[in-house]
C-alpha cells in the first residue's frame, strides 16, 4: 500500500519496488505470497478505506505507508481487524502498537547522531523547515530538545502543506537569521523545490550555500537527489541507515537486481531497502509460522536475523521496532551520497528515547558514528 502518485511518489515507487523485489527473490520453501498492490494516491480517506477493504477481504499482513499521518490513519483498523502492518519508514517515533512492526529508523537511529555530528562539526544554531503534518512537528520537537540539551540553540522553525512548492519566503527567512545549518523535514515536492530556491537564492549572494549553511536532513534519498537536479545537488547532508553507495557485496547485490528489476527507476534508497527489509523478514517469518496467523507471525519475525542490503537487521521483541545502522552521508554532483560516518553495527531502537539520559542530550551509548571519511 503505497502512493505511488501524488506529491510523494517518487520515495513511495522505490519503496513499493523495494517489497516487489523481495517478493521476486522468496526462497522460503512451503509458502507463496502474491502480492495485492494499491496506491491510496497521497489522500488520508483513501489509506483508511482501502485497508478496511483489504482486511475485510482476509488480507492479514500489508507492508505499506510512508508518511505517519499514513500510518496513524490506518493503525486503528489494524487493530480493529487483528491484522499487522509491516511500516518501513523512518519516523519519529514515540509509538508502539502489537498491530506494526517497524523496519525504519527510529529517532535515536537518525536524528540524535544527526544532532550530534553537526553540533561537532557544523554549528551550534539551525533553522527548521518541515512539511505540516505530524513527522517534521514530533521531528523538530525531538531535535529542538536535543539541541537545547546540548546548550545550542533553534533560531525559528517554519511548516509548509504536504506538496507546497510556494517556498520563497522561508528561503528569505533562513538567510536573514543566517544559521550554522538547516534542518529540514520536508517531503515530496516542497523538498525538491526547497533545495532549488534555496541554492539559487544563496548563488545570487554570493554564497557558498553547503559550506556556510548546510542543509541537514533525515529523510533525503537518492531519487529525491534525481528530482532536485544537478544545479543544486551536491553538499547536502543526510542521517539515515542505508545508501546506495554502501560498499558490501550483499548491498551490490541488491541494487544490481533492483536495477535489473525496475530499469526506469526510482534508484534504491532507504526506503526502498526498508521496503524489502519489511517483505523478507515477512516471508521469513510466514514460512518458520507455518501461518498466516498475526501472533504466531509476529514471534516468528522476532527470531529472524536477515544480512540486509544496510548489514545486520533483526527485530526487536519488546518493540516491534528494528535493530539498525545509523550513518551519515554527503550528497555529490552525481546524485548520490558519499558515506563520512557510521556507527560500528546495528544499534538497539529507541523509540521513546527513554535509553537517552539526559532527555535527548546524547544518543544511546551504544550507536556512536565513526569516521570513514
Known amino acids: 500500500m503505497f502512493s505511488t ?17 523481495a517478493v521476486a527473490e522468496q526462497v522460503a520453501p512451503g509458502i507463496s505470497v502474491e502480492p495485492v498492490v494499491v496506491n491510496p494516491g497521497g489522500d488520508l480517506a483513501s489509506y483508511a478505506a482501502l485497508s478496511r477493504d483489504l482486511l475485510q477481504s482476509g488480507v492479514r499482513h500489508v507492508v505499506g505507508c510512508y508518511t505517519s499521518s499514513s500510518r496513524k490513519e490506518v493503525i486503528p483498523c489494524f487493530e480493529k481487524h487483528d491484522a499487522l502492518l509491516w511500516y518501513p519508514s523512518h519516523y519519529e517515533g514515540f509509538e508502539s502498537s502489537n498491530n506494526v512492526i517497524y523496519t525504519g529508523a527510529s529517532p535515536n537511529q537518525h536524528v540524535l547522531p544527526l544532532v550530534d555530528h553537526m553540533l561537532a562539526h557544523v554549528g551550534s544554531s539551525a533553522f527548521c523547515i518541515g512539511s505540516n503534518y505530524i513527522w517534521a512537528w514530533e521531528n523538530t520537537r525531538i ?40 534542518f529540514n523535514n520536508l517531503i515530496g515536492t516542497s523538498n525538491y523545490a526547497f533545495f532549488r530556491a534555496f541554492r539559487a537564492a544563496c548563488n545570487a549572494r554570493g554564497i557558498d550555500q ?23 545537488v551536491d553538499g547536502h547532508l543526510s542521517c539515515s541507515v542505508y545508501f546506495s553507495s554502501l560498499a558490501s557485496p550483499t548491498n551490490e547485490a541488491f541494487t544490481r537486481a533492483y536495477r535489473a528489476a525496475f530499469p526506469e527507476g526510482p534508484s534504491t534508497s532507504a526506503d526502498a531497502e526498508a521496503s524489502y527489509i519489511a517483505m523478507k523478514l515477512l516471508v521469513l517469518a510466514l514460512a518458520e509460522a507455518g501461518t498466516d496467523d498475526v501472533e504466531a507471525v509476529k514471534e516468528a519475525a522476532t527470531r529472524q536475523h536477515l544480512l540486509a542490503p544496510q548489514g545486520e537487521v533483526h527485530i526487536d521483541p519488546q518493540t516491534l521496532h528494528a535493530h539498525l545502522t545509523p550513518r551519515i552521508g554527503i550528497s555529490n554532483a552525481a546524485s548520490r551520497f558519499e558515506l563520512i560516518v557510521e556507527a560500528p553495527g546495528p544499534v ?16 544511546a551509548r551504544n550507536s556512536s558514528l565513526r569516521v570513514v571519511k
Open 5 to 21: 502518485t501524488g506529491p510523494y511518489s517518487v520515495v513511495a515507487r522505490s519503496m513499493l519496488n523495494g517489497a516487489l523485489l
Open 143 to 182: 531535535f529542538r530538545e536535543a539541541m537545547t540539551a546540548r546548550g545550542a540553540r533553534v533560531l525559528a522553525e517554519r511548516y509548509v502543506p504536504v506538496g507546497d512548492t510556494e517556498i520563497d519566503q522561508v528561503v528569505e527567512a533562513i538567510l536573514e537569521a543566517r544559521p550554522s545549518f538547516v
Open 210 to 232: 553547503p559550506r556556510v549553511i548546510p542543509v541537514a536532513s533525515c529523510t533525503l534519498s537518492e531519487p529525491e537527489l534525481e528530482e532536485i537536479g544537478t544545479d543544486a
Open 348 to 363: 538497539r531502537p529507541d523509540p521513546y528515547l527513554v535509553q537517552s539520559s539526559p532527555r535527548y542530550a546524547v544518543a
